[in-house]
């Protein structure tokens, strides 16, 4: 397993470009299951999950070609509707190939995802909403058997607004009979790319970004190939990790390639801890900041505070005049950066779902390990101010989610070796 050395403190400088976003990329080439004509993506992100989803993809007959920025998925003939555990138990967003493979073939056997490390990740809300739309399905030997005639529009009611099921849900509905409409939809920036996906593929869906997403059931023929090849938005994620790490390490750094609106909450939170920086069309240019003061602050749903970039922020909370509350409300087991972060001399009182932060003056380089996607971004954050060196293991967590992490840090001043492992 592969590891990172980073030497801190530093002070970083100049410009990064974000990739496309990991989790806007997904349920979109989950979608063109729907579609049986090649369909064309450009700056698709080279990211683990990615190449994961690809794998699944293929092993069901799609095929799949890639030259410098352009990907090519042609799903014109599938071979299986098959989504075996091999594959899914690695990224739980495999799931989401059951409601096209349901809505097109009405056969789907798709492998429970499992949880993960930051929690159960039941899929039970993406379930009642297929059953809504008249999928019988039984759960057998840890696979989702699913089956109907004809999917049918209904109006799915959703407990709690999940990313993952409304993003099911709307592509069920693509080929179902009639209309399809999702109350108590998830609005994430990435929930509306899928639906401007869709729309570009001749899909008439209504209210994509808010709570209500209307969805008209279409036949597969009626599905129209885009003119021009498809490109994901922005990772707003990956902005803020980067802007965070800017802030952290008192830079000066512009990130840019992605919609600053899609961070307005947590923008907001960082002016009010009195970090400084100018917000542009495509970018955010943070500037040097003094000294910054804590913040209470709760993980939700969008548009609240994203429960992503959590982890991030309570490396930045780690060094600011004073104290802060962050508060965990999405996931049960979120807070495993900080026994790593204890370990770097952070100052952390957890208490249920909400941790305690005190402020501190540094922190000290330390081997650490990775344990899921975003907790690993938090302790290069941390390296990155820490003095001395911070060995950071299995980073395989990291490249999940991060394209080329270390590379772009390294262009703007970090001093990161990886050492295969
Ligand atoms: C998506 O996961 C993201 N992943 C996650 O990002 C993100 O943290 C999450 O949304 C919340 O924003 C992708 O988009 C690939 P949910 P998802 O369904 O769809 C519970 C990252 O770091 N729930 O909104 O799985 C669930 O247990 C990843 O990039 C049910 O109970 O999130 C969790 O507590 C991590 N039953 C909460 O809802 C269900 O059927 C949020 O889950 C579905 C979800």
């Not at 989950?30 to 092993?59: H, N, R, W």
Request: charged content about 20%; overall charge negative; aromatic content about 6%.
């Amino acid at each position: 397993m592969d590891k990172l050395y980073v030497t801190g403190p530093v002070q970083l400088q100049g410009e990064v470009e974000i990739s496309s976003a990991k989790n806007a990329t997904l349920p979109i080439l989950a979608a063109t299951i729907l579609c049986p004509y090649p369909v064309e993506f450009v700056g698709i992100p080279d990211l683990m999950d990615v190449s994961t989803i690809l794998k699944l993809l293929q092993s069901m007959g799609i095929k799949f070609s890639r030259n410098d920025s352009m990907t090519v998925l042609d799903a014109t003939e599938l071979t299986s509707q098959h989504a075996d555990y091999s594959l899914v138990k690695t990224m739980r967003a495999s799931v989401l190939v059951l409601g096209p493979l349901l809505a097109r073939y009405g056969v789907a056997s798709v492998s429970l995802p499992g949880g993960c490390a930051i929690g159960a990740r039941p899929v039970d809300i993406h379930l009642s909403g297929l059953e809504k739309m008249g999928a019988i399905i039984e759960i057998e030997n840890g696979y989702i058997k699913a089956r109907c005639d004809k999917l049918k529009g209904a109006v799915v009611t959703f407990p709690f607004p999940s990313v993952g099921a409304t993003e099911n849900i709307m592509m069920a509905a693509v080929l179902a009979e009639g209309e399809t409409i999702i109350e108590n939809a998830a609005m994430e920036p990435e929930i509306d790319d899928l639906a401007d996906f869709l729309i570009a593929q001749g899909v008439k869906i209504q209210g994509a970004g808010t709570s209500r997403i209307t969805i008209q059931g279409m036949k597969i023929s009626e599905l129209k190939a885009s003119k021009t090849p498809y490109r994901v938005i922005g990772d707003r994620i990956e902005a803020a990790t980067f802007i965070i790490a800017a802030i952290m390490t008192k830079g000066k750094v512009k990130v840019s390639g992605f919609r600053p609106h899609h961070l307005e909450f947590v923008l907001d939170v960082l002016k009010k801890m009195g970090a400084q920086f100018e917000i542009g069309e495509n970018f955010i240019q943070v500037l040097p900041s003094q000294s910054l003061k804590g913040a209470m602050v709760e993980t939700l749903p969008f548009p609240g505070f994203p429960t992503d970039i959590q982890a991030q922020m309570m490396a930045l909370m780690s060094l600011v005049d004073g104290n802060s509350i962050m508060t965990e409300t999405i996931f049960e087991n979120r807070f495993m950066h900080v026994p790593e972060m204890l370990r770097m001399g952070a100052k952390i009182q957890l208490k249920g779902n909400a941790a305690l932060i005190e402020g501190v003056e540094s922190l000290s380089g330390a081997p650490v390990m990775c344990t899921d996607l975003r907790a690993s971004a938090a302790l290069i954050l941390c390296a990155l101010v820490a003095s001395g060196t911070t060995e950071i293991q299995r980073v395989y967590h990291l490249d999940r989610g991060y394209e080329k992490i270390d590379e772009k840090l390294t262009n703007l001043g970090a001093k990161i070796q990886r050492v295969k492992g």
